[in-house]
DNA sequence: TCTGGGGTCCTAGGACCC
DNA sequence: TCTGGGGTCCTAGGACCC
């Protein structure tokens, strides 16, 4: 059996947390640069608000229903995160990460699973102030699947539990297609062209061919998780394969250099994170691109290089990048938004060298660990490239309604007086 | 004025090898 | 007239997820 512990509104949630006044009131969180609501709690879904929904086209409603807005604050998210994380961990054998707001667990042996379920709960509840919803199953996807059910029936008060396969089919009925996990709306779609629209019609179609054929393997797969066939194992130790980083900036930009810095500090984070999983990488990747929603000349670009040796080095990534942004830079536009991708990992521990070319030296790797170390002591951009930049920039984010980062920096702790409760 | 930022997996088809 | 059979690796693009 699989438990999925899911956090409810999860970035919402987080804000709750330190302001206890928001509880049962409308909140929503913004995507960086404040562009799209991204979170919403259940008081501001009912106000309509969509995900996705760009801020500016909802600002009148949020203004007058008194809808509680905040920019997005990740220092706080994965912070919490990392404590709810915790306490799945040190309350199952085994479990996996899957994203910032949700977790599967293995719960077999595990003797009484609603009473273990409940007080999984209530533990994270009291230790974090963050509301989760558990659903369990004999597969991944039908932990999915109980899972919203729990969070769509109030009388379930956070816990549903898939108990006989009877009961399973009963909901399954009741469950759309397109609700089941990996199931989107192309394959929905599909499905519905040969006469499939909910869950348990999936489960019990007979040609299980035709859904390949439709749906590749991975449609067959789900199939076969909705028969209670366990396809999709626990992934204890999760590593990247590919790390991303790009922004929309605050103000577009039109000359190189500008683009240059922003490309500068998205390396610098992206090599931070490859680092911290230990691995290096031998591709790297950058793009740029002026805002497709406005009526002006249009351009991209996405230029790759492959590296001869692996490295994690964030000075020579940034003169790769660098060389990239020379080959594909076009003046006379008007960009709004640029990123990096780093590809193809290895271990440090193990890959191919060179016979001909330096491989990253022990003392290079040794001085981007000691960067890493103090910046994580003192803040993150402590030590860095001079070509990270000075001072503030057009490019950099808008964030016009961040709450304080309670978690991670001295001056911005929480402060209470006496009077409050 | 104003529209996010990450990821994974699969397939088809091209280029190449013997 | 007639043109094999078996592979590998890589990439672009689609679909999905949070």
Known sequence: MYALVDCNSFYCSCERVFRPELKSKPVIVLSN???????????????GIKMGDPFFKIKELCAKNNVAVFSSNFANYSNLSNRVMNIIDQCSPHFEVYSIDEAFSRVDGIEDIEKWARLLREKILKET????????????????LANRFAKENENSFGVFIFNCEKEENEILKKMKVSS?????????????????????????FSNEARIQKLLTKVGLQIKHELMGVDCLSLNLHPEKKQIMCSRTFGSPIYEKNSLRESIANYVTNAATKLRRQNSLCTQVSIFARTNAFKDIPQYQFLERVKLVTPTCDTRKLIKE??????????????????????????SQNEYQTDLFAFSDTKADLELMYVIDRINLRLGEDKVRSASCGFNSKAWQMNRRFKSPRYFTHWCELPVFNKNQS
């Open 129 to 144: 102030k963050i509301p989760v919803s558990i659903g369990i199953g004999r597969t991944k996807v039908l932990a999915k």
């Open 321 to 346: 990048a660098f060389k990239l942004v020379d080959r594909g830079f076009k003046g006379g536009y008007e960009y709004s938004k640029a990123g990096v991708r780093l590809d193809d990992f290895f």
């Open 180 to 204: 089941v996990w990996g199931i989107g709306k192309q394959s929905s779609l599909k499905l519905k062209s040969i006469g499939i629209k909910t869950a348990f019609e999936l489960k019990f």
């Open 33 to 47: 640069n404040d562009g799209c609501a991204v979170s919403r709690s259940p008081e501001a879904k009912r106000l």
